[in-house]
């Protein structure tokens, strides 16, 4: 079973920084890409930034410059460090790949994590 588990999130003031994590099981995760995307209460679900299995990124512009996606391969786990946070990064942050065990095709999310950035 694919299993994506999020953490890291928070209540944090503008101009402050959180860390989270994805701890990923249930696939070849040294091979998968991965991204985060997020949701903010009456909006649609954006991505945020990705990360390919060789180390490639790309990222919304809205958080270029301050966000940074990166990844362990040893820890089956990927991170996102979110620096100079605005209250419009408030949302719920996902985690997300797209192959599963044996490579199969899908949409796979974690729960998400709240954060929440206040003035």
């Known amino acids: 079973q694919v299993q994506l588990v999020e953490s890291g999130g928070g209540l944090v003031q503008a101009g402050g920084s959180l860390r989270l994590s994805c701890a990923a099981s249930?696939?070849?995760?040294?091979?998968?890409?991965m991204g985060w995307y997020r949701q903010a209460p009456g909006k649609q679900r954006e991505l945020v930034a990705a990360i390919s299995s060789g180390g490639s990124t790309n990222y919304a512009d809205s958080v270029k410059g301050r966000f940074t996606i990166s990844r362990d391969n040893a820890k089956n786990t990927v991170y996102l460090q979110m620096n100079s946070l605005k209250t419009e990064d408030t949302a719920i942050y996902y985690c997300?790949?797209?192959?599963?065990?044996?490579?199969?095709?899908?949409?796979?999310w974690g729960q998400g994590t709240q954060v929440t950035v206040s003035s």
């Open positions: 997300y790949t797209d192959r599963g065990g044996l490579g199969r095709r899908g949409d796979y």
């Open positions: 249930g696939m070849l995760f040294r091979f998968n890409d």
